[in-house]
Protein backbone atom coordinates (compact mmCIF):
# COMPACT_ATOMS: atom_id res chain seq x y z
CA UNK A 1 0.00 0.00 0.00
CA UNK A 2 2.78 2.62 1.06
CA UNK A 3 5.28 1.52 -1.33
CA UNK A 4 7.60 4.63 -0.85
CA UNK A 5 6.66 5.28 3.00
CA UNK A 6 7.46 1.26 3.90
CA UNK A 7 10.79 1.58 3.28
CA UNK A 8 11.49 4.60 6.09
CA UNK A 9 12.23 5.09 9.47
CA UNK A 10 8.79 6.19 10.35
CA UNK A 11 6.59 3.58 12.60
CA UNK A 12 4.67 1.22 10.49
CA UNK A 13 0.99 0.02 10.56
CA UNK A 14 1.75 -3.57 11.27
CA UNK A 15 3.66 -1.83 14.46
CA UNK A 16 1.08 -0.21 15.85
CA UNK A 17 0.18 -1.81 19.74
CA UNK A 18 4.08 -3.11 19.84
CA UNK A 19 4.57 -1.90 23.05
CA UNK A 20 7.94 -3.57 23.64
CA UNK A 21 9.77 -1.25 20.81
CA UNK A 22 12.37 1.30 22.78
CA UNK A 23 10.97 5.21 22.42
CA UNK A 24 14.42 7.07 20.69
CA UNK A 25 15.88 6.81 16.77
CA UNK A 26 14.47 4.31 14.88
CA UNK A 27 17.80 4.12 12.82
CA UNK A 28 21.30 5.26 14.15
CA UNK A 29 22.95 8.06 12.77
CA UNK A 30 25.82 6.79 9.77
CA UNK A 31 29.19 8.91 9.12
CA UNK A 32 28.96 11.92 7.66
CA UNK A 33 31.19 10.77 4.53
CA UNK A 34 28.27 7.77 3.92
CA UNK A 35 25.99 10.44 3.42
CA UNK A 36 25.16 10.06 -0.52
CA UNK A 37 26.87 13.25 -1.94
CA UNK A 38 25.41 13.41 -5.33
CA UNK A 39 21.58 14.43 -5.88
CA UNK A 40 19.31 11.85 -6.37
CA UNK A 41 18.52 11.59 -9.81
CA UNK A 42 15.00 13.31 -11.10
CA UNK A 43 13.38 12.36 -14.75
CA UNK A 44 15.59 13.55 -17.28
CA UNK A 45 13.46 16.81 -18.24
CA UNK A 46 13.92 17.82 -14.21
CA UNK A 47 16.68 19.69 -12.64
CA UNK A 48 17.28 20.59 -9.26
CA UNK A 49 17.17 24.10 -7.69
CA UNK A 50 18.07 25.58 -4.50
CA UNK A 51 15.34 28.19 -3.57
CA UNK A 52 16.87 31.54 -2.27
CA UNK A 53 14.31 32.70 -0.62
CA UNK A 54 16.11 36.33 -0.31
CA UNK A 55 15.86 36.55 -3.65
CA UNK A 56 12.45 38.69 -4.82
CA UNK A 57 12.40 37.01 -8.28
CA UNK A 58 12.61 33.88 -6.45
CA UNK A 59 10.73 33.96 -3.68
CA UNK A 60 8.01 35.21 -6.23
CA UNK A 61 8.58 32.15 -8.15
CA UNK A 62 7.57 29.76 -4.90
CA UNK A 63 4.89 31.77 -3.79
CA UNK A 64 3.49 31.52 -7.24
CA UNK A 65 3.69 28.04 -7.54
CA UNK A 66 2.20 27.59 -3.82
CA UNK A 67 -1.22 30.02 -4.56
CA UNK A 68 -1.94 27.97 -7.74
CA UNK A 69 -0.81 24.17 -6.65
CA UNK A 70 -0.74 23.65 -2.77
CA UNK A 71 -3.05 22.15 -0.26
CA UNK A 72 -7.03 22.10 -0.52
CA UNK A 73 -9.52 21.51 1.13
CA UNK A 74 -11.52 18.07 0.14
CA UNK A 75 -13.76 19.91 -2.00
CA UNK A 76 -11.58 21.75 -3.34
CA UNK A 77 -13.60 25.02 -2.67
CA UNK A 78 -10.62 26.89 -1.04
CA UNK A 79 -7.07 26.94 -1.48
CA UNK A 80 -3.82 27.77 1.11
CA UNK A 81 -2.36 31.44 0.23
CA UNK A 82 0.68 31.67 2.05
CA UNK A 83 2.11 35.64 1.34
CA UNK A 84 5.56 36.17 0.66
CA UNK A 85 6.50 37.52 3.86
CA UNK A 86 5.48 34.87 5.29
CA UNK A 87 7.01 32.27 3.42
CA UNK A 88 10.15 34.11 3.98
CA UNK A 89 9.53 34.55 7.89
CA UNK A 90 8.73 30.51 7.69
CA UNK A 91 11.79 29.53 5.67
CA UNK A 92 14.43 31.96 7.80
CA UNK A 93 14.42 31.13 11.49
CA UNK A 94 17.59 31.12 13.66
CA UNK A 95 20.40 29.05 12.10
CA UNK A 96 18.21 27.63 8.44
CA UNK A 97 20.05 26.42 5.70
CA UNK A 98 19.35 28.01 2.16
CA UNK A 99 20.32 24.48 1.15
CA UNK A 100 17.23 22.86 2.44
CA UNK A 101 15.04 25.30 0.22
CA UNK A 102 14.71 22.89 -2.80
CA UNK A 103 13.46 23.23 -6.19
CA UNK A 104 12.73 21.31 -9.37
CA UNK A 105 12.75 23.05 -12.39
CA UNK A 106 11.54 22.28 -15.77
CA UNK A 107 14.86 21.90 -18.07
CA UNK A 108 13.35 23.52 -21.07
CA UNK A 109 11.85 26.41 -19.68
CA UNK A 110 13.15 26.50 -16.21
CA UNK A 111 9.79 26.98 -14.95
CA UNK A 112 9.80 25.50 -11.11
CA UNK A 113 7.91 22.57 -10.54
CA UNK A 114 7.78 21.95 -7.41
CA UNK A 115 9.40 22.57 -3.92
CA UNK A 116 10.20 21.10 -0.46
CA UNK A 117 11.29 22.52 2.33
CA UNK A 118 12.97 21.75 5.73
CA UNK A 119 14.19 24.42 9.11
CA UNK A 120 15.79 23.79 11.72
CA UNK A 121 14.60 23.06 14.85
CA UNK A 122 14.69 21.67 18.88
CA UNK A 123 12.01 19.59 19.74
CA UNK A 124 11.75 17.67 22.67
CA UNK A 125 9.85 14.64 23.20
CA UNK A 126 9.68 13.89 27.24
CA UNK A 127 12.64 14.71 28.36
CA UNK A 128 14.65 14.64 25.98
CA UNK A 129 15.60 17.88 23.55
CA UNK A 130 16.00 16.28 19.80
CA UNK A 131 17.67 18.69 17.02
CA UNK A 132 15.16 18.37 13.83
CA UNK A 133 14.03 19.64 10.67
CA UNK A 134 10.68 20.61 10.21
CA UNK A 135 9.34 20.33 6.42
CA UNK A 136 7.08 22.08 5.09
CA UNK A 137 5.36 23.01 1.73
CA UNK A 138 5.88 19.97 -0.24
CA UNK A 139 4.30 20.47 -3.43
CA UNK A 140 4.30 18.99 -6.89
CA UNK A 141 2.39 21.33 -9.89
CA UNK A 142 -1.07 19.69 -10.53
CA UNK A 143 0.22 18.73 -14.21
CA UNK A 144 2.74 16.41 -12.65
CA UNK A 145 1.03 14.60 -10.13
CA UNK A 146 1.24 10.94 -9.02
CA UNK A 147 4.86 9.82 -11.19
CA UNK A 148 6.37 9.42 -7.98
CA UNK A 149 8.01 12.93 -7.57
CA UNK A 150 7.56 13.54 -4.35
CA UNK A 151 9.40 10.60 -2.70
CA UNK A 152 12.15 12.10 -4.71
CA UNK A 153 11.70 15.20 -3.28
CA UNK A 154 11.53 13.48 0.24
CA UNK A 155 14.46 12.01 -0.40
CA UNK A 156 16.40 14.69 -1.70
CA UNK A 157 15.83 16.91 1.24
CA UNK A 158 16.59 14.03 3.67
CA UNK A 159 19.89 13.66 2.23
CA UNK A 160 20.33 17.47 2.97
CA UNK A 161 19.28 17.21 6.46
CA UNK A 162 21.66 14.70 6.55
CA UNK A 163 24.28 16.78 5.49
CA UNK A 164 24.26 19.22 8.12
CA UNK A 165 24.20 15.86 10.83
CA UNK A 166 20.38 16.17 11.76
CA UNK A 167 18.20 12.62 12.01
CA UNK A 168 15.02 13.31 12.65
CA UNK A 169 12.21 15.95 11.48
CA UNK A 170 8.71 16.97 12.43
CA UNK A 171 6.45 17.04 9.85
CA UNK A 172 2.14 17.02 9.72
CA UNK A 173 -0.55 16.78 6.86
CA UNK A 174 -3.83 16.19 6.15
CA UNK A 175 -3.20 12.96 5.06
CA UNK A 176 -3.34 9.43 6.80
CA UNK A 177 0.82 8.38 6.11
CA UNK A 178 2.86 5.72 8.83
CA UNK A 179 1.99 6.88 11.39
CA UNK A 180 0.74 9.47 13.13
CA UNK A 181 1.98 10.31 16.63
CA UNK A 182 -1.28 12.25 17.49
CA UNK A 183 -4.43 13.15 14.98
CA UNK A 184 -6.03 17.08 15.29
CA UNK A 185 -8.99 18.26 14.69
CA UNK A 186 -9.41 21.76 13.17
CA UNK A 187 -11.95 24.30 15.15
CA UNK A 188 -13.41 27.05 13.08
CA UNK A 189 -14.69 30.43 14.54
CA UNK A 190 -16.78 32.46 12.43
CA UNK A 191 -15.71 36.53 12.92
CA UNK A 192 -17.68 37.67 9.62
CA UNK A 193 -20.30 35.10 9.46
CA UNK A 194 -22.25 36.50 6.42
CA UNK A 195 -19.34 36.14 3.79
CA UNK A 196 -18.65 32.48 5.32
CA UNK A 197 -21.27 31.58 4.79
CA UNK A 198 -21.35 33.11 0.82
CA UNK A 199 -18.47 31.54 -0.20
CA UNK A 200 -19.07 28.41 1.51
CA UNK A 201 -17.14 27.72 4.32
CA UNK A 202 -19.41 27.65 6.53
CA UNK A 203 -23.63 27.29 5.89
CA UNK A 204 -26.55 29.08 7.95
CA UNK A 205 -28.05 27.05 10.78
CA UNK A 206 -30.91 24.51 11.25
CA UNK A 207 -33.78 27.15 12.41
CA UNK A 208 -30.91 30.21 12.35
CA UNK A 209 -31.62 33.53 9.90
CA UNK A 210 -28.90 35.83 8.57
CA UNK A 211 -29.86 38.33 11.29
CA UNK A 212 -29.56 35.87 14.10
CA UNK A 213 -26.23 34.15 13.03
CA UNK A 214 -24.28 37.63 12.96
CA UNK A 215 -25.65 38.61 16.34
CA UNK A 216 -24.55 35.05 17.50
CA UNK A 217 -20.74 36.09 16.69
CA UNK A 218 -20.65 39.75 17.73
CA UNK A 219 -17.93 40.57 19.59
CA UNK A 220 -17.17 43.32 21.50
CA UNK A 221 -15.06 46.05 19.94
CA UNK A 222 -11.78 45.98 22.53
CA UNK A 223 -10.29 43.48 24.48
CA UNK A 224 -11.09 43.20 28.05
CA UNK A 225 -7.98 42.61 30.02
CA UNK A 226 -6.88 45.34 31.64
CA UNK A 227 -2.95 45.21 30.72
CA UNK A 228 -3.72 43.97 27.15
CA UNK A 229 -1.43 44.91 24.49
CA UNK A 230 0.99 43.98 21.32
CA UNK A 231 4.41 42.21 22.56
CA UNK A 232 7.17 44.14 21.67
CA UNK A 233 11.12 43.46 21.01
CA UNK A 234 11.91 44.16 25.10
CA UNK A 235 9.27 41.09 26.05
CA UNK A 236 11.46 38.64 24.93
CA UNK A 237 12.84 37.54 27.86
CA UNK A 238 9.80 37.08 29.71
CA UNK A 239 7.37 35.70 27.08
CA UNK A 240 10.55 33.16 26.71
CA UNK A 241 10.42 32.07 30.62
CA UNK A 242 6.74 32.08 30.19
CA UNK A 243 6.46 29.86 27.21
CA UNK A 244 9.07 27.54 28.45
CA UNK A 245 7.71 26.69 31.48
CA UNK A 246 4.24 26.36 29.96
CA UNK A 247 5.11 24.10 26.96
CA UNK A 248 6.99 21.85 29.75
CA UNK A 249 4.12 19.97 30.42
CA UNK A 250 3.41 18.74 26.77
CA UNK A 251 4.91 15.67 25.38
CA UNK A 252 6.27 16.96 22.13
CA UNK A 253 6.98 20.73 21.94
CA UNK A 254 9.43 22.97 20.50
CA UNK A 255 12.66 23.97 23.12
CA UNK A 256 12.29 27.65 22.12
CA UNK A 257 15.40 29.80 23.57
CA UNK A 258 15.35 33.84 23.26
CA UNK A 259 16.31 33.61 19.40
CA UNK A 260 13.29 31.62 18.53
CA UNK A 261 10.84 33.63 20.55
CA UNK A 262 12.11 37.19 18.82
CA UNK A 263 11.94 35.05 15.14
CA UNK A 264 8.32 33.11 15.35
CA UNK A 265 6.57 35.62 17.96
CA UNK A 266 7.79 38.67 17.67
CA UNK A 267 4.43 40.49 15.84
CA UNK A 268 5.20 40.95 11.90
CA UNK A 269 2.98 43.04 10.08
CA UNK A 270 0.56 40.19 8.15
CA UNK A 271 2.05 37.32 9.00
CA UNK A 272 2.38 36.48 13.28
CA UNK A 273 0.52 38.90 15.63
CA UNK A 274 1.14 38.60 18.87
CA UNK A 275 -0.65 40.33 21.92
CA UNK A 276 0.71 39.84 26.41
CA UNK A 277 -0.87 40.68 29.54
CA UNK A 278 1.25 43.05 31.39
CA UNK A 279 -0.03 43.54 34.86
CA UNK A 280 -0.95 47.12 35.67
CA UNK A 281 0.17 46.60 38.99
CA UNK A 282 3.74 44.91 38.88
CA UNK A 283 4.31 45.13 35.48
CA UNK A 284 4.63 41.45 34.96
CA UNK A 285 3.43 39.48 31.98
CA UNK A 286 1.60 37.03 33.19
CA UNK A 287 -0.28 36.10 29.72
CA UNK A 288 0.05 35.49 26.02
CA UNK A 289 -1.84 35.07 22.92
CA UNK A 290 -0.84 34.57 19.38
CA UNK A 291 -2.03 33.75 15.62
CA UNK A 292 -0.67 33.59 12.08
CA UNK A 293 -2.25 34.92 9.09
CA UNK A 294 -2.82 32.80 6.40
CA UNK A 295 -5.44 33.33 3.89
CA UNK A 296 -6.91 30.97 1.24
CA UNK A 297 -7.85 31.64 -2.10
CA UNK A 298 -11.36 31.05 -2.68
CA UNK A 299 -11.81 28.69 -5.80
CA UNK A 300 -14.53 29.85 -8.38
CA UNK A 301 -17.00 32.79 -6.42
CA UNK A 302 -18.07 35.61 -8.22
CA UNK A 303 -17.67 38.22 -5.48
CA UNK A 304 -14.81 36.92 -3.38
CA UNK A 305 -11.16 35.57 -3.84
CA UNK A 306 -9.39 35.55 -0.48
CA UNK A 307 -11.13 34.51 3.01
CA UNK A 308 -8.85 35.89 5.58
CA UNK A 309 -7.55 33.20 8.20
CA UNK A 310 -6.09 33.54 11.46
CA UNK A 311 -4.31 30.43 12.99
CA UNK A 312 -4.15 29.84 16.57
CA UNK A 313 -0.30 29.86 17.70
CA UNK A 314 1.46 29.44 21.25
CA UNK A 315 -1.00 30.87 23.96
CA UNK A 316 0.07 31.18 27.79
CA UNK A 317 -2.20 31.56 30.65
CA UNK A 318 -0.85 31.83 33.82
CA UNK A 319 -3.00 34.85 35.67
CA UNK A 320 -6.29 35.31 32.99
CA UNK A 321 -8.34 32.40 32.57
CA UNK A 322 -7.45 31.61 29.04
CA UNK A 323 -11.32 31.57 27.80
CA UNK A 324 -10.66 35.09 28.20
CA UNK A 325 -7.53 35.82 26.99
CA UNK A 326 -8.46 33.85 24.26
CA UNK A 327 -11.77 36.01 23.52
CA UNK A 328 -9.71 39.02 23.43
CA UNK A 329 -7.61 37.34 20.84
CA UNK A 330 -11.27 36.76 19.04
CA UNK A 331 -11.44 40.56 19.69
CA UNK A 332 -8.19 41.74 17.94
CA UNK A 333 -8.43 39.48 15.17
CA UNK A 334 -11.72 41.01 13.83
CA UNK A 335 -10.46 44.19 14.39
CA UNK A 336 -7.74 43.21 11.86
CA UNK A 337 -10.40 42.43 9.60
CA UNK A 338 -10.20 38.38 9.70
CA UNK A 339 -12.92 36.52 8.85
CA UNK A 340 -12.49 33.58 10.55
CA UNK A 341 -10.40 32.50 13.65
CA UNK A 342 -8.88 29.03 12.98
CA UNK A 343 -7.42 26.50 16.03
CA UNK A 344 -6.60 22.85 16.47
CA UNK A 345 -7.39 20.93 19.52
CA UNK A 346 -3.94 21.06 20.89
CA UNK A 347 -2.67 22.22 24.69
CA UNK A 348 -5.28 23.07 26.62
CA UNK A 349 -7.36 24.42 23.50
CA UNK A 350 -10.38 22.08 24.57
CA UNK A 351 -10.78 24.67 27.36
CA UNK A 352 -12.41 27.02 25.38
CA UNK A 353 -13.21 26.10 21.57
CA UNK A 354 -17.04 24.98 22.54
CA UNK A 355 -17.42 28.24 25.24
CA UNK A 356 -16.06 30.37 22.30
CA UNK A 357 -18.50 29.59 19.66
CA UNK A 358 -15.66 27.76 17.53
CA UNK A 359 -17.33 24.91 15.82
CA UNK A 360 -15.44 21.14 14.75
CA UNK A 361 -13.93 21.53 10.55
CA UNK A 362 -14.08 18.75 8.27
CA UNK A 363 -10.18 18.63 8.11
CA UNK A 364 -7.98 16.97 10.78
CA UNK A 365 -4.43 17.56 10.62
CA UNK A 366 -1.81 14.23 11.40
CA UNK A 367 1.39 15.42 13.26
CA UNK A 368 4.39 12.64 11.81
CA UNK A 369 8.12 12.60 13.29
CA UNK A 370 10.38 10.72 10.71
CA UNK A 371 12.79 8.16 12.34
CA UNK A 372 11.67 8.30 15.81
CA UNK A 373 9.58 6.17 17.62
CA UNK A 374 7.19 7.69 19.84
CA UNK A 375 5.65 4.69 22.52
CA UNK A 376 2.27 5.03 22.13
CA UNK A 377 -0.07 7.47 20.21
CA UNK A 378 -0.55 10.77 21.86
CA UNK A 379 -3.79 12.77 22.90
CA UNK A 380 -3.70 16.04 20.85
CA UNK A 381 -3.88 17.85 24.19
CA UNK A 382 -0.72 16.34 25.14
CA UNK A 383 0.58 17.95 22.03
CA UNK A 384 2.65 21.61 22.69
CA UNK A 385 3.74 21.87 19.20
CA UNK A 386 2.35 23.89 15.82
CA UNK A 387 3.58 23.67 12.88
CA UNK A 388 2.87 26.38 9.94
S1 LIG B 1 1.43 18.57 4.04
C1 LIG B 1 1.08 19.33 2.50
C2 LIG B 1 1.59 18.55 1.34
N1 LIG B 1 1.29 19.23 0.09
C3 LIG B 1 0.11 19.22 -0.52
O1 LIG B 1 -0.82 18.54 -0.11
C4 LIG B 1 -0.03 20.11 -1.74
C5 LIG B 1 -0.91 19.54 -2.81
N2 LIG B 1 -0.44 18.22 -3.21
C6 LIG B 1 0.73 18.00 -3.87
O2 LIG B 1 1.49 18.90 -4.19
C7 LIG B 1 2.71 19.68 4.70
C8 LIG B 1 1.06 16.55 -4.16
O3 LIG B 1 -0.12 15.79 -4.10
C9 LIG B 1 2.12 15.97 -3.18
C10 LIG B 1 2.29 14.47 -3.45
C11 LIG B 1 3.46 16.65 -3.38
C12 LIG B 1 1.67 16.12 -1.72
N3 LIG B 1 3.50 13.99 2.92
O4 LIG B 1 4.64 12.02 -6.23
P1 LIG B 1 3.57 11.08 -5.85
C13 LIG B 1 4.08 19.21 4.19
O5 LIG B 1 4.63 19.81 3.29
C14 LIG B 1 3.23 10.19 -0.51
C15 LIG B 1 4.29 12.93 2.76
O6 LIG B 1 3.18 10.09 -6.90
P2 LIG B 1 1.76 13.32 -5.74
C16 LIG B 1 4.72 18.02 4.85
C17 LIG B 1 2.19 9.14 -0.79
O7 LIG B 1 1.76 8.54 0.43
N4 LIG B 1 4.10 12.00 1.82
O8 LIG B 1 2.28 11.84 -5.32
C18 LIG B 1 5.56 17.19 3.89
C19 LIG B 1 2.95 8.20 -1.71
O9 LIG B 1 3.84 7.39 -0.96
P3 LIG B 1 3.40 5.87 -0.60
C20 LIG B 1 3.08 12.18 0.97
O10 LIG B 1 0.36 13.41 -5.34
C21 LIG B 1 6.19 16.03 4.60
C22 LIG B 1 3.80 9.16 -2.53
O11 LIG B 1 3.87 10.39 -1.75
C23 LIG B 1 2.22 13.28 1.07
O12 LIG B 1 2.13 13.63 -7.14
C24 LIG B 1 7.07 15.18 3.70
C25 LIG B 1 3.18 9.47 -3.87
O13 LIG B 1 4.04 10.33 -4.54
C26 LIG B 1 2.46 14.20 2.10
N5 LIG B 1 1.70 15.29 2.30
O14 LIG B 1 2.64 14.26 -4.78
C27 LIG B 1 7.75 14.08 4.44
N6 LIG B 1 1.30 13.19 0.10
O15 LIG B 1 4.47 5.31 0.25
C28 LIG B 1 8.96 14.57 5.20
C29 LIG B 1 1.57 12.07 -0.59
O16 LIG B 1 2.09 5.99 0.14
C30 LIG B 1 9.69 13.42 5.87
N7 LIG B 1 2.63 11.45 -0.06
O17 LIG B 1 3.24 5.14 -1.90
C31 LIG B 1 10.93 13.87 6.62
C32 LIG B 1 12.08 14.23 5.68
C33 LIG B 1 13.28 14.83 6.38
C34 LIG B 1 13.99 13.79 7.24
C35 LIG B 1 15.29 14.41 7.89
C36 LIG B 1 16.07 13.35 8.86
C1 LIG C 1 0.41 21.73 7.04
N1 LIG C 1 0.95 22.98 7.48
O1 LIG C 1 -9.35 20.83 4.91
C2 LIG C 1 -0.75 21.96 6.14
N2 LIG C 1 -9.34 22.76 6.01
O2 LIG C 1 -11.41 22.05 8.89
C3 LIG C 1 -1.26 20.70 5.55
N3 LIG C 1 -12.82 23.38 6.45
O3 LIG C 1 -11.10 24.80 6.41
C4 LIG C 1 -2.49 20.20 6.21
N4 LIG C 1 -14.89 21.36 2.38
O4 LIG C 1 -14.88 22.98 8.02
C5 LIG C 1 -3.73 20.51 5.52
N5 LIG C 1 -15.90 24.90 7.57
C6 LIG C 1 -4.96 19.99 6.17
C7 LIG C 1 -6.11 20.95 6.05
C8 LIG C 1 -6.53 21.22 4.63
C9 LIG C 1 -7.56 22.31 4.51
C10 LIG C 1 -8.84 21.91 5.15
C11 LIG C 1 -10.57 22.50 6.73
C12 LIG C 1 -10.26 22.32 8.20
C13 LIG C 1 -11.53 23.67 6.50
C14 LIG C 1 -13.85 24.41 6.41
C15 LIG C 1 -14.37 24.64 5.02
C16 LIG C 1 -14.96 23.42 4.38
C17 LIG C 1 -15.38 23.68 2.98
C18 LIG C 1 -15.87 22.41 2.36
C19 LIG C 1 -14.93 24.01 7.39
C20 LIG C 1 -16.93 24.78 8.56
C21 LIG C 1 -16.83 25.99 9.48
C22 LIG C 1 -18.00 26.10 10.47
C23 LIG C 1 -18.04 27.50 11.08
C24 LIG C 1 -19.18 27.62 12.04
C25 LIG C 1 -19.12 26.56 13.11
C26 LIG C 1 -19.03 25.16 12.52
C27 LIG C 1 -17.89 25.05 11.56
Redesign the pocket.
Known amino acids: KHKFWETQPVGQFKDIGETNLPEGPIEAPTPLSEVKQEPYNLPSAYEWTTCDMNSEDTCNEVYILLKNNY ?5 N ?2 R ?1 NYSKEFLRWALHPPGYYTSWHIGVRAKASKKLVAFISGVPARIRVRDEVVKMAEI ?1 FLCVHKKLRSKRLAPVLIKEVTRRVHLENIWQAA ?4 VVLPTPITTC ?6 LN ?1 KK ?1 IDV ?4 LGARMTMSRTIKLYKLPDAPATPGFRKMELHDVPAVTRLLRNYLSQFIVAPDFDENDVEHWLLPTEDVVDSFLVESPETHEITDFCSFYTLP ?1 SILGNQNYSTLK ?1 AYSYYNVASKTPLLQLMNDALIVAKQKDFD ?1 F ?1 ALDVMQNESFLKEL ?9 HYYVYNYRIRQTLKSSELGLV ?2
Open positions: VEDDEMFFNYTAGQYWHRSPLGFSRSAVNKFGPGDGQLLL
